[in-house]
Structures are given as structure tokens and as C-alpha cells.
């Protein structure tokens, strides 16, 4: 989950086209990390619009 919201991130700099592609399995490594207990689901949530607004 990490990796790829550091991807994301990184990659949202230059172009944010790829990003946007990047941007629906970033989600859903953030909905399976909560769905495992591994994080919280407001911290997924915040998590989502962070990189949702970065990218906006």
C-alpha cells in the first residue's frame, strides 16, 4: 500500500494522467488494508481524498 501511494505521488509531479490510471489500485490496496484491520477505515478514507485532491 505504501509503495504504491509513494508511486503515485511521485509520479503526480509529472504527469498526472498516468496518475490518475495509477490512482483506482491505489484505492483498492487502501480498501483491502482496512478490510484487513491493517489500518483504519477513517485513515483509509483520509488516505483516499489525499491523494484523490493531489491529483486534482
Do not use: P
Given at each position: 500500500?505504501?509503495?504504491?501511494?509513494?508511486?503515485?505521488?511521485?509520479?503526480?509531479?509529472t504527469?498526472k494522467?498516468?496518475?490518475?490510471?495509477?490512482l483506482?489500485?491505489?484505492?483498492?490496496?487502501?480498501?483491502?488494508?482496512?478490510?484487513?484491520?491493517?489500518?483504519?477505515?477513517?485513515?483509509?478514507?483520509?488516505?483516499?481524498?489525499r491523494?484523490?485532491?493531489?491529483?486534482?
Open positions: 500500500m505504501k509503495e504504491i501511494i509513494k508511486k503515485i505521488e511521485k509520479i503526480a509531479k504527469d494522467n498516468q496518475a490518475v490510471k495509477m483506482s489500485s491505489a484505492f483498492q490496496a487502501i480498501d483491502k488494508a482496512a478490510q484487513k484491520g491493517v489500518i483504519k477505515k477513517n485513515n483509509a478514507a483520509r488516505k483516499k481524498s491523494l484523490s485532491k493531489l491529483i486534482k
